[in-house]
């Protein structure tokens, strides 16, 4: 319908509040109400303590890569015009990790190690996605 | 307690593997099942146990074609690639309960012709998480997920993707010398190199197929075992482990570790073998890196030093540790590493199309879904 032919998140209930800081431009990163420890991706249970209270935290968007792989194939069509793409693994300053696309960082320049920050591209009406660019 | 040789394989069975079929998974499952049932030397109304692959038949199937009067248990174990050797797990752990006597362990299915594993992967819910968080991005397909392992592991300690076409060179010989193998023209370090990148660093020779096909074994109890058609192959020992984080990848503590280096000092300690007494390895290949993975994460070799372990050959027939002697799911046929039992089996019977000279004692790994892992330890009987 909004012409977009890439997959598309289904969130919950559980996950919902991440999706709308990205739409707000905002990375929110689920915080243990009751320990404290931070954790990603997000889910119902706190792994350090078994606690149910969840509170969501404003991440500084800043990390350093991790690993990276380049996409060269299409394994769904709607990426096929993106190709080739790099996906970045980061490892964020608040101690968890996340995936996305890179944007702007030639592959000769990645490397364990290289600082990044968040970014954020509206694709469609109700959906944006996160991507990381050079800090 | 311990399942330490309560049952063995008695029967193995394959159908043709091929890369292009108008038959159904089904007819595959049922064929490949008729076959192992033929070999344990058993009718199909032997069988009182079944563990289907995840996706495919249901004990529904197998009771309505074979006319199975008294099934007394059925279930799956949703591991992906690593679902058929811990179903060894959970036949032995039901022979050893007493419930079952011989359980039948099947897959079949249309990789090449039907639903592609791409497209498989995004409607499994082990992959809800990845499916919400990555796939949006475009981190959709195993050998993307898997690249990132393999990256690390590249970065952190050295290895080199020409290492890795050790493992796709060896396999793709063993591959030559099996007639049931789709893929037998040899290739060289240097195709491997040419081949076209898919997943950086994972080329094209790094990546396993997709295949059309079916493929089974049973599982007997080892009182049963002794007087069956064909030498059986006992289990000595057999464990499965799940990765920290076994729903994203990503999340991972240690990227380069998976869930066989939970399984394997347990399968190991319960064979009560060393590894310099294995004779033959058949190791879940669904792409270069991730053999190499294991063979660290078993101890082969300290982690980080599976490349020079890897180097000269040493995976061949008549290397250090003859490997997936088959051609396995890089060049014989995607059958989610049902075959790696089936040819462990032939190799400890001594009735391989490559054998491996007096081989004893050999292993066989699973691998799947980002990371679980399972191991079985088998001897002749």
Not at chain 2, 73 to 100: E, H, K, R, Y
Not at chain 2, 259 to 267: D, E, N, S, T, Y
Not at chain 2, 308 to 335: C, D, K, W, Y
Request: glycine share 10%; aromatic share 6%.
């Amino acid at each position: 319908m909004d012409g977009y032919d890439k997959l598309v998140p289904s969130p919950t209930p559980d996950t919902q509040p991440y999706w709308d800081g990205l739409a707000a431009g905002q990375l929110r990163l689920q915080r243990c109400g009751d320990c404290h420890t931070v954790r990603h991706y997000p889910r119902p249970v706190c792994p350090s303590c078994y606690s149910m209270n969840t509170e969501w935290i404003d991440a500084t968007g800043r990390g350093t890569v991790h690993s990276w792989t380049i996409t060269h194939y299409a394994f769904h069509p709607g990426f096929k015009g993106d190709l080739p793409y790099v996906l970045v693994t980061v490892d964020l300053d608040e101690g968890v990790r996340m995936q996305s696309q890179a944007r702007g960082i030639d592959t000769s320049q990645l490397r364990v190690g290289l600082p990044v920050k968040i970014a954020f591209e509206k694709v469609k009406d109700d959906l944006t996605l996160p991507v990381f660019v050079l800090a | 307690m311990s399942l330490r040789e309560t049952g063995a394989i008695t029967g193995v069975g394959e159908t043709k593997y091929m890369r292009g079929t108008d038959r159904t998974p089904l007819s595959l499952q049922l064929e490949a099942s008729l076959n192992a049932i033929r070999d344990a030397g058993l009718k199909p109304t032997d069988i009182d146990g079944l563990i289907p692959y995840g996706h495919g038949a249901v004990a529904e199937d197998f009771i309505t074609n074979f006319g199975i009067a008294d099934l007394r248990f059925s279930a799956t174990t949703p591991m992906g690639g690593a679902s058929a050797v811990a179903s060894i797990q959970c036949a032995l752990a039901v022979i050893d309960a007493g419930i079952c006597k011989h359980v039948l362990i099947s897959l079949g299915r249309t990789g090449y012709s039907g639903g592609r594993i791409g497209t498989r992967v995004q409607q499994m819910p082990q992959f809800r998480t990845i499916g919400e968080f990555e796939m949006p991005s475009g981190a959709i397909a195993p050998s993307q997920l898997y690249a990132v392992m393999a990256r690390r592991h590249m970065e952190q300690y050295g290895t080199k993707s020409s290492q890795l076409a050790e493992i796709a060179v060896t396999t793709r010989y063993h591959a030559s010398l099996n007639p049931n193998a789709t893929m037998k023209n040899p290739i060289t370090i240097e195709d491997h190199q040419a081949s076209r990148m898919i997943s950086d660093p994972l080329r094209l020779l790094d990546c396993s197929l997709e295949s059309d096909g079916g493929c089974a074994i049973v599982v007997s109890a080892a009182d049963r075992a002794k007087d069956m058609a064909k030498m059986p192959v006992i289990v000595m020992g057999v464990a499965e482990g799940h990765p920290d984080s076994p729903s994203a990848i990503t999340q991972r503590p240690d990227l380069t570790t998976l869930g066989l280096a939970k399984a394997a000092p347990k399968a190991f300690a319960m064979a009560g073998v060393t590894h310099s007494e294995i004779d033959v390895a058949e190791i879940y290949d669904c792409f270069t890196y991730i053999v190499m993975c294991q063979l660290e994460d078993m101890g082969f070799c300290k982690k980080g030093e599976g490349g020079s372990f890897i180097e000269n050959g040493a995976l061949g027939l008549n290397g250090r540790l003859p490997v997936n002697t088959h051609g396995g799911l890089l060049s014989q046929a995607h059958m989610a590493g049902m075959n790696h039992i089936v040819e462990l089996a032939r190799q400890l019977r001594g009735e391989a199309a490559a054998q491996v000279p007096n081989a004893q004692i050999g292993l066989v790994t699973g691998y799947g879904d980002m990371g679980d892992g399972s191991i079985a330890i088998m001897r002749r009987a």
